[in-house]
């Protein structure tokens, strides 16, 4: 982007009548809001094709996992977000605690 230097109208501004003076001041008050808008509108757009390219993105590297829920990926879950509600993981127990249930003893069968 090129940028262009300011040079305020020196001349005009100095010899200028007060309604003159504050007619500049508006007349720049609303190219600014106007720029403003614009800026606005370009960061919307912006925020819209960052979020489709990461949608994209996301998508091309999630098809690669299975599409059925009965095969076990070789990846650890994600992260959960830290707003989101805990999950119970349920966990077998080892084969030596289902003989301490089963036998009712306190030492495991050797």
């Known amino acids: 982007m090129a940028s262009r230097r300011i040079v ?3 001349d005009y501004l100095r010899e200028a009548s007060g309604s003159s003076l504050e007619s500049f001041e508006l007349s720049r008050l609303n190219h600014a809001a106007n720029l403003r808008k614009e800026i606005g509108a370009l960061l919307e757009q912006w925020i819209a ?8 993105r996301w998508l091309r590297q999630n098809r690669e996992l299975p599409a059925q829920p009965d095969c076990l990926p070789d990846i650890l879950p994600q992260a959960e977000l830290p707003f989101s509600a805990p999950q119970t993981v349920s966990v077998r127990p080892r084969r030596a605690d ?7 003893r306190g030492s495991p069968d050797l």
């Open 49 to 56: 094709e960052m979020s489709e390219a990461c949608l994209a």
């Open 98 to 104: 289902r003989r301490l249930r089963a036998s009712g």
């Open 8 to 10: 305020p109208p020196w």
